[in-house]
């Protein structure tokens, strides 16, 4: 399948997007409209949110809300993955090597890495910077879900400890 989006005031650009479940996500985040082979699937400034979520339906996608935002999954849940994919920013301030990792549920772009869950992307970030300190490493999860947190609020282990000391 091609997938293009249509931003607002520009012209349509083919995405890189592995099915149409990703596809709508890249162009809800851009808030563009989605087409699908040539055919407009959704259009979130142009089209009644009713007519949206009756098209996604159509093509196989159940539209949700949760945390007042619009999610979407596969209607068959065999479709569905918990995998995660994250981007990984390196920069510099004030002298100091950090990092920035954006966290989706989805393929927001070609270069990002697969993931099966957060512990694994933890354990990932341990092994693989240890140069950079944990409290310059900033985790942004996007979605339904949304949260960010430093990484050394994470235990090498894989717990996640919370400021009164829990874990989750």
Known sequence: ??????????????????????????????????????????????????????????????????????????????????????MFLPHVWEGEDMLQVNVHHYRASINEREFNNLDELHQFLFRNYPDIMPSFISVWVFGGESKNYRLNSVSPEGATVLAGGDSF
């Not at 997007?17 to 699908?36: G, K, M, R, Y």
């Not at 339906?57 to 809300?65: A, L, M, P």
């Open 1 to 86: 399948m091609k997938y293009e989006i249509a931003p607002a005031y520009q012209g349509r650009k083919e995405i890189s997007a592995e099915d149409l479940l990703t596809a709508v996500h890249i162009s809800l985040n851009q808030e563009a409209d989605l087409f699908e082979d040539g055919k407009l699937i959704c259009s979130w400034l142009g089209l009644p949110m009713d007519q949206n979520i009756e098209n996604l339906h159509r093509k196989g996608i159940t539209t949700y809300v949760q945390s007042h935002q619009y999610s979407f999954k596969w209607t068959d849940e065999n479709k569905n993955s918990n995998k995660i994919f994250a």
